[in-house]
């Protein structure tokens, strides 16, 4: 577990993180909330595109702050503080009509997981958003975290009746140093 | 049976292998040493102040010599004189009068008005070269006369129309210099004739043929002044496949045309500047001189006294060259 958490979290950090030194901020008045997406896409280029990503964003009225890293091809996403996350159909969308191919949609989110009758769930804190979570060995290795409040980074799947599905990489306690 | 079958593919396959070499030789091979890029003055750095830069996209020169500059994610215009030396800037972030989000592309007219695109805003606003607020025009839209991201600007010598190259909209649009709606040119597509895949500039020579940076169909295109196909450049007989072969593009973003009709490309992700002649041949392509892992050189144009200037937007500054003839 320990070896899986410190290899996932360490790809985390040099994929998403390196060369994103200036993040472009989209609504400079809003509060940053600390809820974030990562987008992996194919295509990200040249500046234009990288406006017209920015463009998409700014009209959905939900993002702070966004940062590209167009060699590893991966976006950055920040939601405004209280904003309902965007689901995973209409992030694509901004993509595709960014003119970029959207692939992976990634997840990192402060809130519970807790357990159900129908399986787990996550409570995202800051907007009391509900998602499903799939029970894979994760799940299973962190039981202890249930109930806690936690940072889940998962990747988020198209689901019906819910903005995403999470399949969990990792949970850690929240306030625990990546 | 199956060694004669065998041989018989590979003689096939040697064979295309041969033609296909001899074409992509053909296609790249030059017109021969012609003239040369000499880098002669590089300025700005990244920053708010004045005569400093926050990702520089377009530019373009007024009749009198003096550079402006679409200082891009500083949302405002600068003026410079030819060395480097600012004179003014204008303009601040918002969508009222004579402000602007995304400022990515400027364009002079014959009497020293400045046309400045707003990526994010869909409208063109007009300044006087002192910066003085004239005028505005735009809609949001697919439709004719209405446009979805001007990434780029090119107006005609003899000061009559405007060409905005559609990013989204994949086409260029005709313009008088008052706002009217005049013609498309080209139409979204690949490989074809005429067709753009996310255009980002637009350029008038001599005789009012209009050039296009086809920049994701990785080629220029030539047009007559009503708009009709003339020919087109890279990628294998402008079919627009990318590469970093001489003669071929990757992403060209920029261009702009001198005097002599020679044509500057700025090969944006091949990270080099190229010349090619009035048919298309390459005279001399330029390597940017710094690592990058983003798009640059940008956009080119071309001064009063020959020389050839770049925005270098991954590195905040102004590229300067002269172009010798040999």
Known sequence: MKLRTILVCSFAGIVFTSSMAEAKVISPSAEKGENKIYIRADGLACYFCAYGMERFFKQSGKIAWYDMDMKKGVVEVGFIKGKPILDVKTLKQYVHDAGFSPREIKAELAGRLTQTNDGYRFQVTETGQSFPVEANSVVQETKELVGREVILTAIAKEAQGAPFKLVPEVIRPRGSVQ | ????????????????????????????????????????????????????????????????????????????????????????????????????????????????????????????????????????????????????????????????????????????????????????????????????????????????????????????????PEGKFRDKWGGMFGWGIPASWKGWFRVPSGIAVDRQGRIFVADSANHRMVALSPKGHVLDQWDLDLPTELFSPNRVAVGPDGRVFATDTAHDRILVFEFQSF
């Open chain 2, 1 to 224: 049976m199956r060694g004669v079958a065998y041989r018989l593919a590979v003689a096939v396959a040697l064979s295309i292998f041969t033609v296909l070499g001899l074409f992509i030789w053909l296609d790249s091979a030059g017109a021969g040493d012609q003239g040369g890029f000499k880098l002669v003055m590089a300025w700005g750095k990244t920053g708010e102040a004045p005569g400093q830069f926050r990702e520089p996209m377009g530019l373009a020169f007024d009749p009198e010599g003096h550079l402006f500059v679409a200082d891009t994610r500083n949302a405002r215009i600068q003026k410079f004189t030819q060395d480097g030396d600012v004179l003014l800037a204008w303009g601040r972030s918002g969508d009222g009068q004579g402000e602007f989000s995304k400022p990515v592309d400027v364009a002079v007219d014959a009497e020293g008005n400045v046309y400045v695109s707003d990526y994010d805003l869909d409208r063109i606003q007009v300044f006087t070269s002192g910066g003085s607020y004239l005028k505005q025009w735009g809609q949001s839209g697919k439709e004719p006369g209405q446009f979805t991201v001007a990434a780029g600007l090119g107006i005609d010598r003899k000061g009559e129309r405007i060409y905005l190259a559609e990013f989204y909209n994949k086409r260029v649009e005709a313009y008088s210099l008052d706002g009217t709606f005049l013609f498309q040119i080209g139409e979204p597509g690949r490989v074809w004739s005429g067709a753009m895949n996310y255009p980002t500039d637009a350029a008038v020579g001599e005789e009012g043929y209009i050039y296009v940076a086809d920049a994701y169909n990785n080629r220029i295109q030539k047009f007559t």
